[in-house]
């Protein structure tokens, strides 16, 4: 293989990811809990082998989001007779997608469940307003750029009324 197309198949991934984190509102949200799984496990004493399974658990999520987000793609509008193999195809993968989601979430919790640091925290940002504030604007941002601006005004008018 020659060294240009070794480093244009590079350059094709990182293009997948690129469309994906446009156009993929689920891999949007993945990328924010990641950065907050990151975050507050700094909250935490965590070993180089526990790093390594969050590490796992994340990535392991975004590909086969990423793989679902391109096999949705293949089948998207397949031919009447096809339609149902698609759907199921489709299902399937997003199937993967939330078995792996419940196992990364169950192995979170097994890793980030521990209530004296969760008190930690608590004390960490109400001694520091200003962080507590760039948290919370932080989260309002992860949310814009997960949902969208439209979606997140359409939560706000049903509250208000």
Known sequence: MRKGRFIDSFIYAVNGIKTAV???RNMRFHLCTAF???LFSLFYDFTKTQYAVITILITG????ELLNSSLERCVERPSP???QIAGVVKDMAAGAVLI???G???GGILLFWD???FGK??????ARPLLLILLIVSLVAAAFFTFGKAVLMDVFRKKGK
Request: charged residues 20%.
């Open 61 to 64: 999520v975004i590909a086969l």
């Open 22 to 24: 446009k156009e993929e």
């Open 81 to 83: 007779d096809k339609y």
């Open 121 to 126: 925290m608590l004390r960490f940002f109400m």
């Open 36 to 38: 907050y799984v990151y």
């Open 115 to 117: 209530v004296s640091v």
């Open 100 to 102: 792996y989601s419940i």
């Open 104 to 106: 990364a979430a169950v």
